[in-house]
């Protein structure tokens, strides 16, 4: 129980995005973006993806998270849920995102609520006190022919009990589609003094290869993805010099009804 | 002569963009309002009526405003605007211009009248005529005829008495209040102004400044010298240091415009400060533009009170990217202050993001949203343009502050929803939404009257300039003037 409840404030304090996949930042194909960044896909498309996060190494401490996107002409839709820790000390989150994209610009809002796991559910009690509610914007635009700069805010406003991390805002720019580099930066909160990250990404058919270095302190992150027909799997290891390794891997399965410039 | 005329504009204008917006020496704590120069055509009138959440409770407060311009009148009058009250009206009268009520004139270099306060500032941005805001110098009456100026008002607490007169190039001009008499003489050039004021005591201020080119590099100088106890009886507040020297240099190379800016200045003896800048500004296409810059700074930037503590060094830098197409726009900026070399050790740290889309019916939408953090004893003021007024948002402490606006032409006006949303640390009470509607119509006084300038109905001067989105602005706290009672705060001012 003590390695649980550890493993969970470490959570709390580092990083535990609810329905982050394992793709990388600036993506405009991640199944992710619209539920946890705000940013719609520039395809309409439609989506259905399972991830798995495990903390630091930890086998108590996993996320695991279903969702599905869809898209109807340029507006774009995502409902996710998402389950962490165990039932003692875990938490349950409804994700909502939409959005409106163009193959030039997009810009969405998205909605998460969070609820213990052990607390008494009930539909009259969905949204009590008890629960934790955020609500973000984000938006991007192509800067270029293949650059893409975006500011996503995912918690613009909470209400109720604190998330699990604070994420403030989110600038970052990323030059290329499958073969791409970018750079991110992200706002301070209190206690920090943000973040700034570098990233590499190539393509070989199939596979597509990442990496990501991030500082305060200095860690990186490496990532692969291989895309068969509509089918998709990624891996991601976060490393941080204190905290250990989290892995994350998701699968997806995507259709979509146009081809990427 | 006009290209020299063209040039000189072209150099007052880059050194003043190249300015962080403050509040002004005698603006106190909290937020600042500045508000803006009408947009408004000859033969034109706007009306807006408005409401606005006010304090912490479910309180509002409705607000009117009426601006016109026509047959030699102009003016705006205001009510129930908690920021912006009163007005100022203009008309025609004996050959001359008569002017009621919120009045911010200029003489020469502003030394006896419509000074800046700021060491590094070559001229007040809401001082005298032509100015991008209007300010709030005092109240009272004016009147223009033929080169002569006479006033008479409440400025700095007392009643103020003025006459100021030009011949050419040259000005006199004489102010009496509150016990005292100054004295101004003046001469402004196409490229050459100067300035020497003085009162019945012996103390005296003077400045110089100087526009020109060599070669294609727009260069622009200010020299300052007198007495620390000469200050201008109007506005003793912006009386600034009396010894400054600042020099600005622009050029444009094929890439970009790179600006350079030096100031040095003192206080008093052993009180003395300096500023060093740099900014590159690049066009990246028809929509696109990059600028950057950095900044270093000593000394107390205000006029220190006696007890105050030395003020450090701070570097800072900036970045700031603009993209997108006319349908949809973003803008992000990152700010960056330390006191050590290279903004290390950062004090200050500001990230902002903007985003602004067309929406059906010819409306527009734009949310903005923007992150800091800024150490104990320090301060940032976070710009937010809105139709009529730039708003500094004073925040301290890490927080953010995120703002909606939509506009929508309806009902033959225009319709203004915002809300603001402040998550964090910051110097205005309430961390409740607040929120603000207006309605406006803009129409033409007479069906004869022409203009290029587009439909009465036509949504304009609602975006807010472009330096106004250079979006952080900062001035060091415990820095305030001397003399920043109570009398020196117009009420309109926050």
Redesign the interface.
């Known amino acids: 129980m003590r390695r649980v409840l550890a493993a969970l404030l470490l959570a709390r304090a580092a990083a535990a995005q609810d329905f982050s996949g394992a793709s990388p930042a600036g993506s405009t194909r991640a199944p992710d973006g619209l539920l946890d960044r705000a940013l719609p896909p520039a395809t309409a498309t439609i989506t259905a993806a399972a991830s798995q996060t495990r903390w630091w190494g930890l086998p108590d401490l996993e996320t695991r998270s279903v969702a599905v996107g869809g898209s109807f002409h340029s507006w774009r839709a995502a409902l996710g849920l998402s389950q962490t820790g165990e039932p003692e000390l875990g938490w349950t989150s409804l994700g909502l995102g939409f959005g409106a994209a163009s193959e030039?610009?997009g810009?969405g809002l998205r909605a998460c609520a969070r609820r213990d796991r052990d607390a008494p559910w009930s539909v009259a009690h969905a949204l009590t006190t008890g629960d934790g509610v955020e609500a973000g914007?984000g938006?991007?635009?192509m800067?270029g022919d293949a650059v893409r700069?975006w500011?996503s805010?995912p918690q613009?406003?909470?209400s109720g009990a604190s998330p699990p991390l604070m994420r403030?805002?989110e600038?970052g720019?990323r030059i290329g589609d499958v073969d791409a580099a970018w750079v991110r930066?992200v706002?301070?909160?209190?206690?920090d003094?943000?973040e700034r990250a570098l990233g590499v990404a190539l393509h070989v058919a199939p596979l597509q290869v990442w990496a990501e270095a991030r500082d305060a302190p200095l860690r990186g992150s490496v990532g692969l993805s291989a895309a068969v027909a509509v089918l998709r799997v990624a891996a991601r290891i976060d490393a941080h010099p204190v905290l250990g390794e989290t892995v994350r891997l998701s699968l997806a399965w995507a259709r979509e009804r146009r081809s990427h410039p | 002569m006009i290209r020299r005329a063209a040039l000189l504009a072209l150099v007052v204008v880059s050194v003043a963009r190249a300015q962080s917006l403050e509040p002004p020496p005698e603006a106190g704590e909290g937020d600042y309002t500045l508000e803006r120069a009408d947009s408004l055509d000859d033969a034109e009138f706007e009306v807006a009526i408005g409401a606005a959440s006010h304090g912490s409770g479910s309180d509002f407060r409705g607000s009117q405003r009426v601006s016109f311009r026509g047959g030699g009148a102009r003016g705006t009058l205001r009510d129930g605007d908690e920021a912006l009250s009163g007005g100022r009206v203009e008309a025609p009268l004996a050959r001359g211009t008569l002017t009621a009520g919120r009045l911010s004139p200029r003489w020469g270099r502003g030394l006896a009248l419509g000074g800046t306060g700021e060491p590094w500032v070559f001229t007040a941005e809401d001082r005298g005529a032509g100015t991008r805001y209007r300010g709030r110098a005092g109240t009272g009456l004016g009147f223009d005829v033929r080169g002569t100026s006479l006033l008479a008002g409440r400025f700095a607490g007392h009643e103020v008495l003025g006459a100021h007169t030009r011949a050419g190039a040259g000005a006199v001009g004489v102010l009496a209040g509150g016990g005292s008499v100054q004295g101004s003489v003046s001469l402004d050039s196409e490229q050459r102004s100067w300035e020497l004021a003085f009162d019945r005591l012996g103390r005296w201020r003077a400045e110089a400044a100087s526009s020109g080119a060599i070669g294609d590099t727009r260069v622009s100088l200010r020299a300052r010298g007198g007495l620390a106890a000469f200050r201008s009886l109007a506005e003793p507040a912006r009386a600034g240091p009396p010894r400054a020297l600042a020099g600005a240099a622009t050029r444009a190379f094929a890439l970009a415009d790179v600006s350079a800016f030096g100031a040095l200045w003192a206080w008093r003896v052993g009180e003395s400060g300096a500023r060093a800048a740099l900014e590159v500004d690049a066009r990246?296409g028809e929509h696109?533009s990059f600028a950057c810059g950095a900044e270093d700074q000593h000394g107390p930037r205000r006029e220190p009170s006696p007890r105050a503590r030395p003020s450090g060094t701070r570097q800072g830098w900036w970045c700031e990217?603009r993209?997108?197409?006319p349908?949809?726009?973003?803008a992000?900026r990152?700010e960056l202050w330390g006191t050590r070399a290279l903004a290390r050790d950062?004090v200050r740290?500001?990230?902002?993001?903007r985003?602004d889309?067309a929406v059906p019916f010819g409306g527009r939408l734009a949310?903005t949203?923007?992150?800091?953090?800024v150490r104990s004893g320090e301060s940032l003021y976070l710009p937010e343009a809105q139709a009529d007024r730039l708003v500094l948002r004073a925040s301290s402490?890490?927080g953010?502050r995120?703002r909606c606006d939509l506009r929508l032409p309806i009902a033959t006006g225009t319709i203004r929803l915002g809300l603001s949303?402040a998550?964090?640390g910051t110097r205005s009470a309430s961390r409740r939404p607040a929120w603000s509607v207006e309605w406006s119509r803009r129409s033409r006084l007479a069906t004869a009257a022409s203009s290029s300038r587009g439909s009465a109905n036509e949504i304009r001067g609602a975006d807010g300039e472009a330096h106004e989105l250079r979006v952080v602005r900062h001035a060091g706290a415990g820095e305030g003037a001397r003399g920043e009672g109570p009398e020196h705060h117009p009420l309109g001012d926050r």
């Open positions: 030039r610009a810009a914007a938006a991007w635009i800067a700069a500011a805010a613009v406003w909470t403030p805002l600038l720019i930066l706002a301070p909160r209190a206690g003094d943000g | 990246l696109q990217w993209g997108g197409s349908g949809a726009r973003l992000l990152h950062a740290r500001a990230v902002v993001a985003a889309w949310l949203h923007a992150v800091w953090r402490g890490a953010s995120t949303l998550t964090g």
